[in-house]
């Protein structure tokens, strides 16, 4: 069984939900991210993997939650998202792993399944609305949104900048000319 899942860079957000079809003998074994050679990195094909974002477990710890209930309260998945995934969800018998995307580092990654792995959805959590109108209170005035000249700042004639480096370089030559090393 192979499937390939890309994973962008730029991703956050996404939680991908896989089944992990081991016995339960085996999982504490699959699950250890601390053993050298990570098994879950293996089944999915990867190379890095962050273990604070990855959560391996049996689906009937959840109880009566179900997993679309906790997809919608652990991962702020919108139940309209899980509408059509609820009832399979909710069927899934034995151990899950669900991983987010944190868990990539950043990383562009390509997922290469492998047994004992098989995905079963991915679901981006939603995006808050952000207003960037600018802020229109008393306190705002004058703060970086205001962004220009200065109508208070001293004035310097435009000449100015241009004639300080040439009395400059006059002066300089002035002194060579007068010291020992030009004449």
Known sequence: MSDRIEVPA???GVVRLFSVDLPPEEIDDFA???REGWPLISALGIYDLNPSYVEIFP???LDDMGLANYLTEAYNIEPDDLKDDRTVLNNIRGYVALISSRAFRGKAQTLRLHHPLR???TWSEPRPE???API???AAKGTLGDI???PNAPKFPRWLGWAL???GIALGALIFTLSRHGG
Request: charged residues 30%; proline residues 8%.
């Open 165 to 167: 480096p040439l009395i």
């Open 130 to 132: 952000l207003d960037l």
């Open 10 to 12: 730029s991703e956050t």
């Open 119 to 121: 995905w079963l959805g």
């Open 136 to 138: 229109q209170t008393d």
């Open 148 to 150: 220009g000249p200065d």
């Open 32 to 34: 250890d991210f601390e």
């Open 59 to 61: 689906v009937k710890q």
